[in-house]
């Protein structure tokens, strides 16, 4: 079983930044799109947030875009969510989970059930 692990997540101020750590101890991402969601109190989880394919290609939705970034260091076997400019509606929990073979097409056409693994998630708490 693989399991993600996110960590990062803290309490910052409106306008602050945090980066978001996804990894998985003994598993590569090679091959695997890795995608961030979110879910705020009392909402359903958000996403695809962020999406890094597993042919290089990135997309962000438009709630994140150009304020959020992923990027990955493959000898580390981690995903990173760098997120700047954060706003008090960004205050959720985030995770990240993985799809073999997943390029941005298909990501967007997935139910969340399709995902392979998850993570436990992340708390980010941005304050006013």
């Known amino acids: 079983e693989v399991q993600l692990v996110e960590s990062g997540g803290g309490l910052v101020q409106a306008g602050g930044s945090l980066r978001l750590s996804c990894a998985a101890p003994g598993f590569t991402f090679d091959d ?5 969601f979110r879910q705020a109190p009392g909402k359903e989880r958000e996403g695809p947030l962020c999406i890094s394919s597993s042919d290089g290609s990135t997309y962000y939705a438009d709630s994140v875009k150009g304020r959020f970034a992923i990027s990955s260091d ?13 706003k008090p509606e960004d205050t959720a929990v985030y995770y ?13 056409s997935l ?15 941005v304050s006013s």
């Open 32 to 36: 695997y799109a890795i995608v961030w």
């Open 96 to 108: 990240c989970t993985t799809k073999r073979q997943g390029d941005i097409a298909t990501i967007m």
């Open 74 to 86: 493959n000898a580390k076997n981690t995903v990173y969510l760098q997120m700047n400019s954060l």
């Open 111 to 125: 139910r969340i059930w399709e995902y392979e693994y998850w993570g436990q998630g992340t708390q980010v708490t």
